[in-house]
Protein backbone atom coordinates (compact mmCIF):
# COMPACT_ATOMS: atom_id res chain seq x y z
CA UNK A 1 0.00 0.00 0.00
CA UNK A 2 1.24 3.57 -0.48
CA UNK A 3 2.36 5.25 2.73
CA UNK A 4 0.45 8.44 1.78
CA UNK A 5 -2.98 6.17 1.72
CA UNK A 6 -1.54 3.56 4.65
CA UNK A 7 -1.09 7.51 6.88
CA UNK A 8 -4.63 8.66 6.06
CA UNK A 9 -6.39 4.58 6.66
CA UNK A 10 -4.54 4.19 9.57
CA UNK A 11 -5.34 7.41 10.73
CA UNK A 12 -1.85 8.65 11.75
CA UNK A 13 -2.55 11.67 9.55
CA UNK A 14 -6.40 12.77 9.05
CA UNK A 15 -5.59 13.55 5.15
CA UNK A 16 -3.71 12.01 2.22
CA UNK A 17 -3.05 15.31 0.67
CA UNK A 18 -1.25 16.33 3.69
CA UNK A 19 0.62 12.79 3.89
CA UNK A 20 1.60 13.87 0.48
CA UNK A 21 2.92 17.24 1.44
CA UNK A 22 4.94 15.69 4.11
CA UNK A 23 6.22 13.22 2.04
CA UNK A 24 7.54 15.71 -0.12
CA UNK A 25 8.89 17.74 2.03
CA UNK A 26 11.01 14.78 2.97
CA UNK A 27 8.98 14.89 6.66
CA UNK A 28 8.64 11.30 6.28
CA UNK A 29 10.90 8.16 6.62
CA UNK A 30 10.52 4.35 6.28
CA UNK A 31 12.67 2.48 7.89
CA UNK A 32 14.95 5.60 7.88
CA UNK A 33 14.95 6.41 4.50
CA UNK A 34 12.59 9.44 2.75
CA UNK A 35 9.60 7.82 1.48
CA UNK A 36 7.43 9.41 -1.24
CA UNK A 37 4.11 9.44 -1.63
CA UNK A 38 3.86 6.63 -3.88
CA UNK A 39 6.31 4.63 -1.42
CA UNK A 40 5.03 1.09 -0.46
CA UNK A 41 4.57 0.45 3.17
CA UNK A 42 4.78 -3.49 4.51
CA UNK A 43 4.39 -4.92 8.00
CA UNK A 44 6.94 -4.75 10.70
CA UNK A 45 8.42 -1.23 8.38
CA UNK A 46 9.39 1.38 10.93
CA UNK A 47 8.02 4.97 10.25
CA UNK A 48 8.87 8.25 11.20
CA UNK A 49 6.87 11.36 11.27
CA UNK A 50 7.67 14.98 11.62
CA UNK A 51 4.81 17.41 11.97
CA UNK A 52 6.78 21.04 12.69
CA UNK A 53 8.25 20.32 16.10
CA UNK A 54 5.98 16.79 16.67
CA UNK A 55 7.78 13.53 16.23
CA UNK A 56 6.14 10.05 15.92
CA UNK A 57 8.03 6.74 15.77
CA UNK A 58 5.61 3.97 14.46
CA UNK A 59 5.99 0.20 13.50
CA UNK A 60 3.67 -1.18 10.63
CA UNK A 61 1.36 -3.52 12.39
CA UNK A 62 -0.68 -4.63 9.43
CA UNK A 63 -1.91 -3.26 6.35
CA UNK A 64 -5.43 -2.61 5.21
CA UNK A 65 -7.30 -0.62 1.98
CA UNK A 66 -9.79 0.40 4.82
CA UNK A 67 -10.35 0.46 8.61
CA UNK A 68 -12.97 1.55 11.16
CA UNK A 69 -11.56 3.55 13.82
CA UNK A 70 -10.86 -0.02 16.28
CA UNK A 71 -9.42 -1.42 13.03
CA UNK A 72 -6.95 1.80 12.06
CA UNK A 73 -5.27 1.51 15.72
CA UNK A 74 -4.26 -1.71 15.39
CA UNK A 75 -3.07 -1.04 12.10
CA UNK A 76 0.32 0.47 13.65
CA UNK A 77 2.29 0.32 17.36
CA UNK A 78 3.65 4.02 18.34
CA UNK A 79 7.17 3.75 19.85
CA UNK A 80 7.65 6.83 20.43
CA UNK A 81 5.77 10.20 20.42
CA UNK A 82 7.46 13.72 21.24
CA UNK A 83 8.37 17.21 20.49
CA UNK A 84 11.01 19.02 20.27
CA UNK A 85 11.43 22.04 23.10
CA UNK A 86 11.99 25.12 21.72
CA UNK A 87 15.74 26.29 21.42
CA UNK A 88 16.35 28.99 23.62
CA UNK A 89 17.78 32.36 21.99
CA UNK A 90 20.36 34.01 24.46
CA UNK A 91 20.76 37.59 23.61
Known amino acids: MRIDKFLKVSRLIKRRELAKQLCEAG????????????????????????????????EVKMVRPYASKE??????????????????SHA
Open 71 to 88: QAEAMFAILSDEIAKEEE
Open 27 to 58: DILINGKPAKPSSEVEEGQRLSISIGRHRIEA
